[in-house]
């Protein structure tokens, strides 16, 4: 066997032998070496918004290319970058400038060094962060010490800075004392003790809509509109991490307008490109930007900035992917294949090893209870899946679906389907075969 070279990301590589070589993609599928289709059932890491032959995006792309590959956003600037910027300012409510990174844990450094920076340029001592447990916001340093999750990053734990975390309420934990309500306003309380008491804190930072990596928990209604409120209320900046369920995710173009928060410092990633290039933007308002905006000799600028800030290629294919959303009326068509997923849950939730399900727009975490297997879960449910013809991964016990957002009908019923199988295969084999892993 021919000796491979990658080091893959979250992967026990003793566990692999061999990894599928895929060599090209048709719509919503991949096709590896072989010759065989698989359905992309997490839009290859949440990203993938049309499927992988979008003419629209491959001819931008190429068109790009053969006018400007790369030039740098240090002293000049370029149209593509400025189109997109004025893009994401308009769609954006509150919006004003907009700050280009490569991916999205980088926005998120971005955001955390625009926050601190702010209260220094306006003469605060303002140097803390608060964040939401179980939350997940990338895994550079800042944004493991803001989104720490033990599972994750606890080998790094005594490198990160201090972060204070406040619970999040989740119907699948509930402190058993609580219902659901009541650890809301238990969480919202807390919250504002923290806000109210410690006149250190900078930042707030969360997830907008729902925490994707930690399982899928969509939060409650106007659970964020509240944080929000909180925030403003004691002079708190809001930061909302719109990598993984902006841009239709979770059935809205702009998550935070749906929860009718209103942000201080906003992230996108992810399917900002479509999936087809990297790319993030950090957005802040004017009252964040103006801070910045002195006399060289104040040294307020901001010190910070990548080789790749704003590339031509990536930015002109997020121009053209935000364009394909108004054409194609595409947050519309999520809203309709979302009944889908709600429609198949109490079939999934009654499967054996299902504890819970959990569901918006176009995302879906089947939470599993299983015992240690000598194989990772995701090594087990990715192979099985591969041979019903789907691609999977879990997180944690978590299975996710999270398909590219043009998925049609039909082919959202076979992942779902296929899924179903899946899950059915792997319970029966642990249950009766369980030395096979």
């Not at 309500?181 to 806000?195: A, F, I, P, T």
């Not at 939060?219 to 929000?228: A, C, E, L, T, V």
């Not at 819970?356 to 879960?377: A, C, N, P, W, Y």
């Amino acid at each position: 066997m021919q000796k491979q070279y990658i080091w893959h990301p979250n992967t026990q590589m003793k566990e692999w032998s061999n990894f599928r070589i895929i060599k090209s993609g048709n719509g919503m599928w991949l096709i590896d070496s072989n010759g065989n289709k698989l359905l992309d059932g997490v839009a290859s890491m949440w990203c993938n918004v049309w499927g992988h032959s979008k003419k629209e995006l491959i001819n931008t792309i190429i068109k790009q290319s053969k006018d400007l590959q790369h030039s740098s956003l240090f002293n000049l600037t370029h149209e593509p970058a400025e189109k997109l910027a004025k893009k994401l300012a308009q769609i954006s409510p509150h919006m004003y400038k907009v700050f280009y990174s490569d991916n999205g844990s980088t926005s998120i450094e971005v955001a955390l060094k625009i926050a601190l920076q702010y209260w220094q340029n306006v003469g605060k001592s303002k140097n803390k962060f608060i964040s939401l447990e179980n939350g997940y916001h990338g895994d550079t340093f800042g944004s493991m010490s803001v989104g720490y999750m033990d599972e994750f990053f606890s080998k790094f734990k005594t490198n990160l800075f201090s972060v204070i975390q406040i619970p999040v309420p989740i119907k699948s934990k509930l402190p058993t004392k609580y219902t659901f309500d009541e650890y809301q306003k238990h969480c919202l309380n807390m919250l504002e003790s923290k806000l109210a008491n410690d006149k250190k804190i900078a930042a707030m930072i969360m997830e907008s809509g729902a925490q994707i990596a930690g399982g899928v928990n969509i939060y409650p209604d106007k659970f964020q509109q509240k944080i929000s409120k909180l925030c403003r209320k004691y002079e708190v900046l809001l930061i909302v991490d719109e990598v993984a369920t902006g841009f239709g995710r979770l059935g809205s173009l702009v998550e935070y307008q749906s929860q009718k928060s209103k942000p201080d410092i906003v992230c996108y990633g992810k399917m900002l490109t479509g999936g087809y290039m990297t790319l993030a933007a950090t957005l802040t308002t004017k009252k964040i930007y103006d801070s910045f905006n002195e006399k060289f000799y104040n040294m307020k600028h901001f010190f910070h900035g990548h080789t790749f800030t704003g590339n031509p290629i990536a930015t002109s294919v997020a121009y053209k992917n935000l364009e394909l959303y108004g054409k194609y009326n595409l947050i519309k068509k999520i809203e309709n294949k979302s009944k889908l997923l709600k429609k198949r849950y109490d079939e999934i939730t009654s499967l054996d090893m299902v504890k819970d399900v959990r569901t918006k727009g176009l995302v879906m975490g089947i939470e599993l209870q299983i015992d240690r297997t000598k194989k990772s879960l995701n090594k087990i449910i990715f192979e099985e899946a591969a041979n019903n013809n789907i691609y999977l991964r879990t997180l944690g016990n978590v299975v996710m679906l999270v398909p590219p957002l043009a998925i049609s009908k039909n082919e959202l019923t076979f992942l779902i389907d296929k899924t179903i199988k899946t899950i059915q295969n792997v319970s029966k084999n642990l249950k009766h075969n369980h030395n096979k892993f």
